[in-house]
């Protein structure tokens, strides 16, 4: 059974995409020419528009159709697509409303027809989701048979879009699949498989890209020269993935501070995306930038596009127009920006490099798929789905340690400026926080003893309090344990301890640290009855004694929520009252 739905979603996935493919162009000809086609080529530039420079107006007329329908029919159709299938997932038990399927498919393709610069993979994974997910409630089938059918239509749809049947696989896993095993795989390696053989059908089998022949040699694999190279690339990407993030956020919160509607916002954004094109087309001679762009990374791939100053302009420009479509409520996701700044960053740089060093064994349409891969990994946090739809859409083994060296680095780069990627960052801004990994649950089966690693000391409730800041004993990290008379009072953790002693504390700032909310468990609890008890009473604080007994000298151990979390390695969001971070 479970085998026929992953085939069914497949196949609906894989149509899918074709039919958004020309919804697209179907708008993009009526916006900019006047006329009835579905033919579009996008690796083609945009001939320029018989309007002239009322051009201008195209993503203005297109956006304001894009706010009525959302307004209208389905807010959450607004945005990239792939957050609110995260949020669907891990906060709405993977229920979605079936209008979103239409809604995103026909508000995404007016703004990347009209111009608009986002691209068209966010929104097949929404719309592929959102079948899969309605499909499993009208069948009413289990929680994790319909999480597995959402990430199912997901990874199809981008599976299709790219020709990249083991990248949609792997989308799925690192982004969507909250738990990863046999049961939940199967069905989407068989819908990607699906999809990807209907979109072959009728798109071809070549994948988003013509690549041409890389020409990596086997020594500039290991020329310390190319390898340099290669991490500087890296470091380059990385940061410009974090721009890209920060950006599309800031014009969210300056388009919200502006007076006005929804309406009044986007066609205002959408204005100015207008005025970029048309420019852009006055003086470079093409549109460049508009819809998915994938013309201009097709230019760069083949070395047409040779120009850094040029790339370097792109790029920004590429990076603002996106900010502006989504930034003011557009429609549309960031999968094609990604690439296209990836592709000319990674461009403009191995330029420039050749001219400090001529003899530098990397060429550009190398160092633009290196880009590409690495914006993807940094930007979304698919490092492995960015490496491996670049290999696959190569083809070239050589290609290999590069992409692992850039997309590391940039990856890397990016979790050093913050945890967040472009789809978590929506969510934790609406309070909703998304865990960094997945696990096997056998650690809750461990007995809490096994997790603890700081000792304690004993030290009476009458007692000189200053020495726990000044005594050699003391120096070490180690929880305190408070007693008086026989009895526990109370424990300072070493933390609060430690920060207390390193900050010059008073002891009378000290004792208000004394945690009286305690929990006696013996060596024999086991890991998960510590997480109850933390759910249930809110207790952050255990104390290990014989027998549980409540005299201090019984006592062999404390362990704290902190200390689990670490030595445990649990996702914070386990804490009853954690507070989403902000970026």
């Keep these: 059974m479970q085998f026929f739905m992953a085939l069914f979603v497949g196949i609906v996935a894989g149509i899918g995409a074709v039919a958004f493919r020309r919804l697209i162009a179907f708008f993009h000809n009526l916006f900019f020419f006047g006329r009835i086609s579905f033919v579009y080529n996008s690796l083609e530039h945009t001939a320029t528009s018989v309007w002239g420079p009322f051009i201008i107006l195209a993503p203005a007329l297109g956006g304001l159709c894009v706010a009525w329908m959302i307004q209208k029919f389905a807010p959450e159709a607004k945005g990239h697509g792939v957050p609110e299938v995260m949020d669907a997932i891990y906060y709405k038990r993977g229920l979605m409303r079936p209008q979103v399927v239409l809604i995103k498919a026909v508000a995404s393709a007016l703004n990347i027809g009209s111009g608009g610069s986002v691209g068209r993979e966010g929104p097949i994974i929404q719309m592929g989701a959102a079948f899969a997910a309605n499909l499993a409630s009208w069948l009413r089938l289990e929680e994790w048979q319909r ?61 988003s890209f013509i690549i041409p022949t890389l020409h990596i040699a086997a020594t500039a694999q290991t020329s310390p020269t190319a390898f340099a190279a290669y991490l500087l690339l890296g470091i380059v990407i990385g940061l410009t993935a974090w721009v890209f993030m920060r950006s599309i956020y800031l014009f969210e919160d300056i388009f919200n501070a502006v007076p006005g509607n929804y309406y009044t916002r986007h066609v205002l954004g959408m204005l100015l995306v207008g005025v970029t094109i048309y420019l852009l087309e006055r003086f470079t001679g093409h549109y460049y930038v508009e819809g998915v762009g994938y013309a201009a990374v097709q230019q760069v791939l083949t070395g047409h596009l040779l120009l850094p100053g040029l790339l370097l302009i792109l790029a920004l420009l590429k990076l603002m127009v996106t900010a502006l479509t989504l930034g003011s409520g557009g429609s549309g996701g960031i ?94 801004r609406r309070g909703h926080s998304i865990p960094e990994s997945r696990q096997s ?143």
């Design 335 to 428: 999968f094609s920006p990604s690439l296209f700044i990836g592709a000319t960053i990674g461009g403009a740089f191995v330029v420039l490099a050749h001219l400090l060093f001529p003899a530098l064994s990397l060429n550009i349409t190398t160092a633009a798929a290196l880009g590409m891969a690495g914006m993807v990994g940094a930007g979304t946090g698919a490092a492995l789905t960015g490496a491996v739809m670049i290999f696959e859409m190569t083809g070239d083994y050589n290609i290999m340690i590069p992409l692992i060296v850039v997309v590391s680095v940039s990856y890397g780069v990016r979790r050093l400026i913050t945890p967040d990627t472009i789809y978590t960052i929506k969510l934790i």
């Design 147 to 207: 999480y597995a059918l959402i990430a199912a239509g997901a990874g199809g749809g981008i599976a299709a879009t790219f020709n990249t049947p083991i990248g949609g696989v792997l989308f799925a896993v690192e982004l969507m699949l909250p738990e990863i095993s046999a049961r939940t795989l199967v069905p989407v390696m068989i819908a990607t498989g699906t999809a990807t053989y209907i979109s072959r059908i009728f798109l071809g089998h070549h994948p």
């Design 441 to 583: 649950n056998l650690y809750l089966s461990l007995h809490a003893a096994r997790f603890i690693r700081i000792p304690f000391v004993r030290l009476s409730a009458d007692a000189d309090w200053s020495s726990l800041l000044n005594r050699h004993r003391f120096r070490q990290q180690a929880h305190v344990l408070i007693e008086d008379c026989g009895h526990i009072v109370g424990v300072i953790p070493a933390e609060k301890l430690a920060a207390h002693r390193r900050g010059g504390a008073g002891v009378d700032i000290l004792a208000g640290e004394v945690r009286r909310d305690l929990c006696l468990i013996d060596d024999q609890s086991l890991l998960v009855d510590l997480l109850a008890k933390m759910r249930d009473g809110g207790c952050e604080i255990f104390v290990l004694s014989r027998n549980k007994s409540a005299d201090p000298a019984d006592v062999t151990d404390i362990l704290t929520w902190n200390d689990i979390v670490r030595e445990a390695c649990l996702p914070a969001e386990l804490h009853p009252t954690v507070v989403p971070k902000t970026t």
